[in-house]
């Protein structure tokens, strides 16, 4: 992402990566008619009660209210 940052060229990474640059317009979505590529993302953890706080809070980030993920679907 630094490398579109800074002006030197074009940047494909998925929406939660670039979100916040979009959203200061540091970035700006271009070819947006040509992305035919949605990516599934599945989250698997254990259901311990010592779960590690790294683990609760990539958790918590996916399933929070701003993540911007479609759709999320718990089981």
Known sequence: MQFALSGMGLAWLPDYVIQPALVNNSLCSVLDEYAIRKETLSLLW??????????????????????????????
């Open 46 to 75: 254990p259901t311990d009660r010592w779960q590690a706080k790294r683990t609760r809070a990539v958790i918590d980030r996916f399933f929070s209210s701003d993540a911007k993920l479609d759709p999320i679907t718990r089981y």
